[in-house]
């Protein structure tokens, strides 16, 4: 079973910056294209940002374009999403799963995404 392992949530001041990975140590992080999602309380699972196999491929929310970064280092099975000047509306669990529609290419639809990690915590508060 594929097995995804969030890290790097924390509690951050609006304006502050965290990094957030998403490892594995069960597959070839290269044969797939990753996913971060988000959820807030009350609210449905958003797509954040998502990276090609070969990270050629990038793509990202609107509401984080210019802010959030994500990257893959498959050497070291990882996929980082790098967020910066953070907003109290960033706040909420962060999840990377598996795109399993293509490697070359991704989406932010959840529907296409599987093995879903834990998640981790972002909270942005004054």
Known sequence: QLQLVESGGGLVQPGGSLRLSCA???FTLESYAIGWFRQAPGKE????????GNGGHTLYATSVKGRFTISRDNAKKIVYLQMNNLKPEDTGGYYCATFWAAVS???????????????TQVTVSS
């Open 45 to 52: 699972r958003e797509g954040v940002s998502c990276i090609s």
């Open 105 to 119: 290419a991704c989406n932010l639809q959840s529907r296409n995404y599987a093995n879903w990690g834990q998640g």
């Open 24 to 26: 594995t140590s069960r």
